[in-house]
């Protein structure tokens, strides 16, 4: 592996473990709301969580909350990141 892709996968890790702590954030706001969300269970049921945070959110301001869009950013980073990887690899 070249070491851009060695760079490109490391920011990708970085990416995705900021990603699990916005999920983790995001569960315990559920938890704040009196929803039922436990932070331990938010890699079996992350997608779920943030269909309710969404839905919560958009419910109570009319806005999606900040948490949100956090947490889809840094996942797709660490997609977009993770892929350019395995493209560069041959470089």
């Known amino acids: 592996m070249s070491g851009i892709a060695y760079v490109l996968v490391i920011l990708g890790m970085v990416c995705a473990f900021t990603s699990l702590g ?7 706001d559920l938890r704040a709301r009196g929803l ?3 932070p331990l269970f938010v890699k079996w049921m992350v997608f779920r969580y943030l269909a309710m945070y969404k839905r919560v959110t958009l419910e109570e301001t009319g806005e999606v909350g900040p948490l949100y869009r ?3 950013i840094a996942s797709a980073s660490a997609l977009i990141l993770c892929l350019g990887a395995i ?3 041959g470089l």
């Open 36 to 38: 039922s969300a436990n």
């Open 87 to 89: 493209f560069t690899r």
């Open 70 to 72: 956090g947490c889809s």
């Open 22 to 28: 916005f999920a983790i954030a995001i569960a315990n």
